[in-house]
């Protein structure tokens, strides 16, 4: 039995799930240091809260822009800048921790373009979801929202699956299902915030995108369909 000597124990991360870990870490580190005095002077501290005003999704701003049909470059990047401002440390901390889990799994089988397609994408669906059904003043931030895109695309990978292997396919959304009850638990004791819906939406786009962005997704989708 021969090994490669050369071959590294660790699998190393699709270079688009990289870039998306170093920015989304490369923000969260400048906010937490400039909080603590450490990086930027006494104004540092009002970093986060200015980068929210700036960058987090409003849907006060998104019901002026359809009112006025008015649609100004810094509002509109709103859609794809505020899954990179947090509330608070922990909070890009579980985000970067599901960023490096989903986009190893998802980022392994689709390609770079794919990947960050259906980041950016299930992150602008999110917010489009919290600014059209809700009426709710609370700016939308954190990346949760495309993070929950990468849920949508490894549940359709795993969806396929389970279809190819004849098991049952409804197995495929038990991640989705085990979330959803831990965030209900979580609003139970500690306030449920309007944020899961752009989450759900989120999800919904990862899975809908996977049929036309997976590798060979839609094709066996059809080859599935004429079988049955």
């Not at 906010?31 to 104004?43: D, F, V």
């Amino acid at each position: 039995m021969s090994s490669d000597p050369n071959t590294s124990p660790v699998n190393p991360l699709p270079p688009v799930v990289v870039a998306l870990f170093l920015v989304l870490a490369g923000v969260e580190a400048v906010m937490s240091l400039g909080a603590r005095g450490i990086l930027g002077g006494p104004g540092a501290v009002g970093w986060r809260l200015e980068a929210i005003q700036t960058y987090a999704f409003s849907g006060d701003i998104f019901d002026w822009m359809i009112a006025n049909g008015r649609y100004p470059p810094e509002h509109l990047m709103r859609f794809v800048t505020y899954p990179f401002v947090h509330a608070s440390f922990s909070h890009a901390l579980f985000v970067c921790v599901m960023l490096l889990a989903l986009g190893k799994m998802v980022g392994e089988v689709f390609s770079p373009v794919a990947t960050l397609a259906v980041f950016v994408i299930s992150g602008i669906v999110g917010a489009l979801a919290y600014g059209l059904i809700l009426n709710d003043p609370v700016p939308l931030v954190g990346g949760f929202p495309p993070i929950y895109g990468l849920i949508g695309a490894f549940t359709f990978l795993l969806w396929l699956r389970l279809g190819q292997l004849g098991a049952q396919q409804a197995r495929a959304f038990t991640l989705i299902g085990i979330l959803m009850a831990l965030q209900l638990v979580f609003g139970v004791l500690f306030g449920l915030q309007n944020d899961w819906l752009a989450d759900i939406a989120g999800f919904a786009a990862g899975f809908a995108m996977s049929f036309f962005v997976s590798p060979g997704g839609w094709q066996k989708l059809r080859a599935r369909m004429r079988r049955d």
